[in-house]
């Protein structure tokens, strides 16, 4: 059955950087797109980042543009997200998905909190 098992949350300080993984199993990783979202205590979820199959296209939520990167590793089933400069409204709840505007499947979330 499809899987996807995010890591890599966890306290750092306005600044400071983090590594989401998200590991996935149960369907070929390489033909999907992937998306990264985050949830705020109170907030609706939204779209952090995306990134396309093949020779990849990224898109990025404007809160986020030149601090964070997603990328992804084929090989390993693995979605990552480079996340630098983090500030205290970074503090979420962040989860991968499988797709690019459906998701049909989601993992349980890493729990990212910025302060100082």
């Known amino acids: 059955q499809v899987q996807l098992v995010e890591s890599g949350g966890g306290l750092v300080q306005p600044g400071g950087s983090l590594r989401l993984s998200c590991a996935a199993s149960?369907?070929?990783?390489?033909?999907?797109?992937m998306s990264w979202y985050r949830q705020a205590p109170g907030k609706e979820r939204e779209l952090v980042a995306r990134i396309t199959t093949g020779d990849p296209s990224t898109n990025y939520a404007d809160s986020v543009k030149g601090r964070f990167t997603i990328s992804r590793d084929n090989a390993k089933n693995t979605l990552y997200l480079q996340m630098n400069s983090l500030k205290p409204e970074d503090t979420a709840v962040y989860y991968c998905?499988?797709?690019?505007?459906?998701?049909?499947?989601w993992g349980q979330g890493t729990q990212v909190t910025v302060s100082s």
């Open positions: 998905t499988r797709g690019w505007v459906n998701y049909d499947y």
């Open positions: 149960g369907f070929t990783f390489s033909t999907y797109a």
